[in-house]
T-cell receptor, first 116, second 113 residues
């Protein structure tokens, strides 16, 4: 029973290139969340998706960042024209459908993006 | 707006002692408060959940309390071990928006042998 799978674990990009981070949720989970973490800033919510729907993208930068969770395949966080400030750890988490109580998240191991 | 605060200073304790970590919040009480553990280079891992109407929750060596008067949750690790060294994060959600978690910055714990 695999948990949340993220890849790549490490990604190096030069300024101006595109970064694509992938996340496969835990089996049976239908909700995916993306977070960004910097050492001094803690976990910052970016976006929350269900299959084929973006539910809440209030934490996403207005430009260059996008996320999708297609009917088939993993969720993808896409960063276009990366800048040095995009260097961070990006975590994906998932949770099951049918929430009756607290939303307990299962996290992946993260993708560490370094922009040169 | 709601804020959640954890002690930013690292906590160093001796093996066998009880570690106590603090999570304070402002304004409204959360419906649920969760504690997670994060090791370097890894994602957070869920530990314990406590509801607004609960005072205390236990799981093995872990104990969480929730005081809505003080607007505070305490997280205790009894008989601490070096393997307990990690960063501990608290997160809360409000009734009516249970999907969205608001996170503290975390407190680093080091248990010395």
């Amino acid at each position: 029973n695999a948990g949340v799978m993220q890849n790549p674990r490490h990604l190096v990009r030069r300024r101006g290139q595109e970064a694509r981070l992938r996340c496969s949720p835990m089996k049976g989970h239908s909700h995916v969340y993306w977070y960004r973490q910097l050492p001094e800033e803690g976990l910052k919510f970016m976006v929350y998706l269900q299959k084929e729907n973006i539910i809440d993208e209030s934490g996403m930068p207005k430009e260059r960042f996008s996320a999708e969770f297609p009917k088939e395949g993993p969720s993808i966080l896409r960063i276009q024209q990366v800048v040095r400030g995009d260097s961070a750890a990006y975590f994906c988490a998932s949770s099951p459908p049918g929430l009756s109580g607290a939303n307990v998240l299962t996290f992946g191991a993260g993708s560490r993006l370094t922009v040169l | 707006s709601q804020k959640i605060e954890q002690n930013s200073e690292a906590l160093n304790i001796q093996e066998g002692k009880t570690a106590t970590l603090t999570c304070n919040y402002t304004n409204y009480s959360p419906a649920y408060l969760q504690w997670y553990r994060q090791d370097p280079g890894r994602g957070p891992v869920f530990l314990l959940l406590i509801r607004e109407n609960e005072k205390e929750k236990r799981k093995e060596r872990l104990k969480v309390t929730f005081d809505t008067t003080l607007k505070q949750s305490l997280f205790h690790i009894t008989a601490s071990q070096p393997a307990d060294s990690a960063t501990y994060l608290c997160a809360f959600t409000f009734a009516g928006n249970n999907r969205k978690l608001i996170w503290g910055l975390g407190t680093s714990l080091a248990v010395n042998p």
